[in-house]
């Protein structure tokens, strides 16, 4: 069964990997099948993902005049080493590029993993998004000018640039992704959104983790018509664990469909983000493992919701 993914971070760990970062010296990994990828594109054939989603993200340490050079970075990355040196990968420049993929492609999505990398700078966003960013998290899990992170103690919701950044990604037709905003974010962010995501997140009642939504929350996401990506971190799967089982994972996507979110429901697995994994599922080349579990419990229609299905009926562009 094929797969849609909304969420790894690939692009990191290229650039990490380039800079000295990640090794103890400059390595360019290979895209291709570098086994330090958990996303590279030997595994996503093997998993049948047709489409990845790539993150672009900037560490809270990066000093704030060094982020846009290192967003810059890991575009030129996706551009080179994902997509320049891969004939299989094609990138989604718009969302109707998903419906004309042929056999043997796989979509790559550029999305935005927190503001940090634009400041305070609209020309900045307008530029991410004429390079074919098409979904944009606010936050991370720190404050930045339009708001707060979801670990940041103070709580607070959109400042009044992080409203603009709202309205330019209707504007534009591209994601809002609340997958790290605090509570006061959410519903801000709930109040604003044409196209809100949780492109990687779980259920709270499940795991208490800040990370995860709580039920009204759900119940919000479903009444705009959103979408709700499951993460496969064990901590935001069992709380302070680093481990978990595949029908673990499934517990949420039980939660959420309790809550009425059937139609509503995939993946963000944050591969290349996380250091611990699910087992069985350690990689995108393990993706059809969790299928299988999943149609022990649900109908084949439900199942190639979940993987996919749910999101073509949902992005922006379909209402």
């Known amino acids: 069964m094929k797969i849609i993914d909304t969420h790894c971070d690939a692009l990191l760990k290229l650039q990490l990997a380039k800079r000295g970062q990640y090794f103890h010296d400059q390595k360019q990994l290979d895209f291709s099948n570098a086994k330090e ?10 998993g049948n993902v047709k489409a990845q989603f790539f993150a672009i993200f900037i560490h809270p ?25 891969n004939s299989e990968m094609r990138h989604i420049r718009s969302w109707s590029d998903l419906d004309t993929l042929r056999d043997g492609e796989i979509g790559a999505v550029l999305t935005l993993e927190g503001a940090d990398a634009f400041g305070n700078d609209l020309m900045k966003l307008r530029q991410l998004y004429r390079l074919g960013v098409l979904s944009i998290g606010i936050t991370w899990n720190n404050a930045n000018l339009c708001a707060d992170g979801a670990e940041e103690p103070r709580g ?50 499940v795991c208490d983790h800040p990370r995860n939504l709580y039920d009204d ?38 939660h959420f469909c309790s809550l009425g979110a059937v139609n509503h429901i995939g993946f963000g697995s944050d591969f290349d983000g996380i250091s611990s994994f699910v087992d069985h599922l350690e990689n995108a080349a393990n993706y059809q493992n969790l299928i299988n579990e999943l149609l022990k419990s649900y109908s084949e229609a439900e199942v190639k919701g979940f993987a996919y299905q749910n999101f073509m009926d949902q992005r922006p562009g379909m209402e």
């Not at 605090?182 to 009642?205: C, K």
């Not at 919000?220 to 089982?245: C, D, Q």
């Open 37 to 46: 990828l958990d996303t590279n594109l030997e595994r996503l054939k093997h």
């Open 61 to 85: 340490d990066v000093p704030s005049e060094e982020k846009w050079q290192h967003a810059l970075e890991q575009v030129d990355l996706f551009y080179t080493e994902v997509i320049g040196k």
């Open 156 to 205: 607070g919701g959109l400042t009044l640039l992080g409203k603009e950044v709202v309205k330019l990604n209707n504007e534009y037709g591209v994601f809002t992704d609340v997958a790290h905003a605090t509570v006061n974010g959410f519903w801000d962010i709930m109040e604003l959104a044409q196209y809100p995501i949780a492109s990687h997140s779980n259920a709270r009642a």
């Open 217 to 254: 929350q759900i119940k919000r996401m479903i009444a705009k018509n959103g979408l709700i990506h499951i993460v496969y971190n064990p901590p935001f799967i069992n709380y302070e664990r680093e481990e978990a089982t595949i029908p673990d994972l499934i517990k949420h996507i039980d």
